[in-house]
């Protein structure tokens, strides 16, 4: 109805706002008020990547240290080699970066962390604007799908245990 003047040049239906407001009003280019950011945490082997492969869409961004490291070094997913940490931790930093300025055009953007201390938790929810989804996963059930899981060498397995048991050990409500 852009072409009935009675309707689109009617005052009732004016409404001054500014070019930014007009934008996020109709959603135009990737408005930065549609977006949503998720902060998913909880122990390790809880379930967060899970969850996110889950709920995640073509056009969403995922911030995952575990994807990071196996897409730079090409290799196991839980192997972390030190030579590359400096540019593991550029990639995150980099995209972490991104989803606190909305940058891109990407609709919902999940940072995936350990979350253990309630003190740590809270900034990086507030600095990037993020709603909290805690995984609860018991420390038994933890340990019981990081042994039950074929994929990682034993080795990793007895390293993986102590993170978990640390989590357990640190984290506050």
Known sequence: NVNDFSVSLNPDNIMIVSQKSHNEIHARFGSVAQRK????????????????????????????????????TGGDRYEKPNALKTNAFAVRDLLLDQIKTRAGKWERAYIIDGGAVNSDRTRKIDRYGAEAIFIDTNMDECLKRLYGDLERPQRIKEIWEGYIREWFAAYTE
């Open 37 to 72: 950011v998720y902060y998913v945490y909880g122990a390790p082997c809880a379930g967060k990547t899970t969850f996110v492969n889950n709920v995640k869409g073509n056009s969403d961004l995922v911030v995952d240290m575990d994807s990071i490291w196996q897409c730079i």
